[in-house]
């Protein structure tokens, strides 16, 4: 099983770059609501979403877009966990 | 429409501004005004005039003095009740030398006072001076549909139409960003006036005059928006009374707007219901050739073609059609940049710079517009949006009022369950707040605010400490509480955006960079009063949005262009510039390290990241986060190139036409 710690730094990586545009890790919690910090908006979830598939080679089912699978850097990572475990 | 400008040293006659200076001024605004060029000066003023001749077009010069040379006016606009006014004028012993509206405005000042403008029905940017009591009048249109720019300084003050013509009269005035400017634009989508983007330039606000007299400047509001605050001030009426009232309303200010000019007007036609409603009342007050004009998209998205073609044929217009792509609107940002003279954040100005340049190639100097009518009449899906927030917060536990939303943007419910759980958890961000103002606009003003994480350090601590929405919101009118929901979110849509943005950078700017003039049936003072007066119910019915409007333009217009959904206008943002082909050079520069380090505003390693992705994406559509932060960027950086590191280049050759040099014994 892969490990929480790694599919966190590669999951912070990628919000941090590609939706913050910083290296600056101090500017996004584990705990952040990514809705509703403004993070991400309602359309940007999917790039999120998009990365989860490509790069930890899951597919996010339509009834698992919810907040509470994919609404944090922490729902995240147990949700991949989760469905790389399964 | 024209060109104004002038300079007034307030308290002695201190720096004569040299002649090629002042031509150079006036040149700055020659688009706007490319038919006559005037100039009145004296020992402490100088008026100048571009002309774009309308009305009375062998006379009406200016500037013009009036009877006795004591007054002088330098005008932009139209009055549209100017033969009512002179009508009025001529009763109180008023004689008249010219059929101009400009004498009229002039002659009611020297009659009124500054109570005039509270008079006139139109749209306008007017500098009067009093030679004698040595004193400047500045003021603007009720809605700011004619641009007015201020630079005031210890001793003189300096206003134009445009802000390069500012900067073209001095070459040592500063040229930089003003950060409140910026951070306003980057929460709002836009300016709010008095705020400028450039230090030192302010923008004279919608419905206000102000008064230079004795090195003093005081400003008074003449007009403001106004909302019932309680039922014996609404209209009365039943909805079909409202429905006829309205028509007669809005049937005079397209007459109004069609007749007093003596050119041919014509027509914008988008395939809605707004433009397509005043097209039919114009062609009706007209006998001669009507011309509509329309933009087409080769983007399938964004194209209205098929309800325009309609429209025309009903009408039995002459209309001209533009064709936009992608590569068209790549290649004329630069140019469009140059003339909002503000950062936008969507590409949206750019075709309609386009399509004046094709109204002016037909020789047409004059088009009317639907802009307005979503804002008066309640259009825009913020209003229904906030609607359904309001109800949802009532009971936030319910699974049934969210679903609503799914009737406000209709791709939700073609969305999997799981996505309008997203979607729910977003627009429920603050429902708590429902009864607070600004509530309507929270989540529009969080969402362009990501672009603020692009902010350098500098930009970041020059605005550390400001917050733009609470003094927005600290500045609401007393009434404000009182009024309906939808009366507030109303207000604060017009103050935020109407102005700063869309009779700007949608509106004044894009037509006057070829000489046309817009004119704006749905922003007559009377309609205006009028709607404010409606019951809420009667714009906004259930969720049905500007509900009064259709019915009244059902007997008029084809159904189907009164029963589609109203589709934003929108334009192809980021893929205009990156997609098929190579980014174009200028854009390229831009975005490199050095330019955006130079230019200040951003961080160049958060705009490298950015441009990185977006040249990398493969996708279909950017994200409306990347798509605000590219265009906002790079429209910044435009804006800094060309009005900040060079000087807005001006030709000083000008021919003065009317000249009036009282400093030459």
Redesign the interface.
């Given at each position: 099983m892969m490990e929480a710690k790694h599919i966190e730094q590669q999951l912070r990586g990628y919000i941090l770059e590609n939706l913050l545009f910083t290296k600056d890790q101090s500017v996004l919690k584990n705990e952040t609501s990514l809705l509703e910090s403004g993070v991400v908006d309602s359309t940007g979830i999917l790039e999120v979403i998009m990365f989860l598939e490509n790069h930890f080679g899951i597919k996010v089912e339509d009834e698992e877009m919810i907040p509470e699978n994919l609404d944090s850097i922490n729902s995240i990572v147990s949700y991949v966990q989760r469905k790389r475990a399964a | 429409m024209c060109g104004i400008a002038g300079v007034v040293e307030l308290t002695e006659a201190k720096h004569r501004p040299a002649d090629e200076q002042l031509a150079a001024m006036v040149a700055a605004l020659s688009h706007r005004g490319p038919d006559e060029f005037g100039l009145y000066r004296d020992e402490r003023a100088v008026l100048l005039h571009a002309r774009l001749s309308i009305l009375d077009l062998s006379a009406g010069q200016q500037p013009m003095a009036h009877a006795n040379g004591r007054l002088w006016i330098s005008f932009n606009g139209e009055i549209y009740n100017y033969i009512e006014l002179r009508e009025q004028l001529r009763a109180l012993g008023h004689a008249f030398r010219t059929h101009s509206d400009t004498e009229v405005a002039l002659c009611a000042y020297a009659q009124w006072g500054a109570e005039c403008f509270a008079r006139f029905n139109g749209q306008w940017a007017i500098a009067i001076w009093d030679a004698q009591q040595r004193e400047l009048v500045l003021s603007r249109d009720h809605f700011g549909i004619a641009p007015l720019y201020v630079c005031e300084q210890p001793d003189r003050v300096i206003f134009a139409s445009e802000v390069k013509a500012i900067f073209a009269l001095d070459e040592t005035l500063p040229r930089a960003f003003d950060p409140l400017g910026l951070e306003q634009t980057f929460t709002f989508w836009s300016i709010i006036p008095p705020q400028g983007i450039f230090k030192g330039i302010s923008e004279l606000r919608p419905g206000h005059y102000r008064i230079y007299r004795n090195g003093a400047a005081t400003e008074h509001a003449y007009w403001q928006p106004r909302f019932p605050t309680c039922r014996a001030e609404e209209f009365a009426g039943s909805l079909d009374a409202a429905v006829a009232a309205l028509h007669d309303t809005l049937q005079q200010a397209t007459r109004l707007r069609m007749q007093r000019a003596d050119v041919p007007v014509g027509s914008y036609l988008s395939g809605g219901l707004d433009s397509s409603l005043v097209a039919a009342l114009g062609k009706d007050a007209r006998p001669d050739t009507f011309h509509t004009f329309s933009m087409r998209f080769e983007d399938a998205e964004y194209d209205e073609t098929d309800y325009q073609r309609e429209m025309a044929a009903r009408l039995g217009s002459r209309h001209a059609e533009l064709l936009i792509t992608r590569a068209d609107i790549a290649a004329a940002l630069p140019e469009v940049i140059e003339h909002t003279e503000r950062p936008i954040l969507r590409t949206a100005p750019v075709p309609l710079f386009l399509l004046s340049r094709r109204v002016r190639a037909a020789g047409i100097k004059v088009v009317l517009t639907g802009e307005g009518a979503d804002e008066v009449f309640a259009g825009y899906d913020i209003f229904r949006e906030a609607k359904v927030r309001r109800f949802w917060a009532r009971f936030p536990q319910s699974e049934f009022r969210p679903m609503l939303l799914n009737r406000l943007y209709p791709y939700l419910s073609r969305s999997?369950?799981?996505?309008q759980?997203?979607?729910r958890?977003?627009?429920g961000?603050n429902l708590d707040q429902w009864d607070r103002p600004g509530f309507s606009h929270a989540l529009r003003w969080?969402?362009t605010?990501?672009i603020k994480?692009?902010y350098s350090e500098q930009q970041r601590q020059a605005v550390a400490g400001s917050d733009v929405i609470k003094a927005l919101l600290d500045e609401l009118p007393a009434a404000f509480k009182q009024w309906s929901y939808l009366s507030q979110d109303q207000y604060l849509e017009m103050v935020s955006l109407l102005s700063g943005y869309l009779l700007s950078s949608q509106g004044d700017r894009m037509l006057m960079a070829h000489s046309v003039e817009g004119r704006f049936p749905y922003l007559d003072i009377n309609v205006v009063e009028f709607a404010n007066a409606l019951p809420a119910r009667y714009k906004l019915k259930v969720l049905d949005e500007k509900h009064v409007l259709k019915q009244c333009a059902a007997a008029v217009i084809p159904p189907r262009i009164l029963a589609r959904k109203k589709q934003p206008y929108r334009a192809p943002d980021a893929l205009a510039f990156i997609g098929a082909e190579r980014p174009p050079g200028w854009l390229e520069e831009l975005m490199e390290s050095d330019s955006v380090q130079q230019a200040g505003v951003f961080n160049e390693?958060?705009?490298g990241?950015?441009w990185r992705?977006c040249r990398n994406f493969s996708?279909q559509q950017f994200?409306?986060?990347d798509n605000m932060a590219l265009i906002g960027i790079m429209s910044t950086q435009l804006l800094y190139e060309r009005f900040i590191r060079r000087r807005p280049a001006a030709n000083p050759r000008v021919n003065f036409t009317t000249h009036h040099d009282l400093t030459v014994k």
């Open positions: - | 999997p369950v799981g996505q759980a997203m979607a958890r977003f627009f961000k969080s969402t605010a990501s994480r692009f390693q958060a705009v990241q950015l992705k996708g994200s409306n986060a």
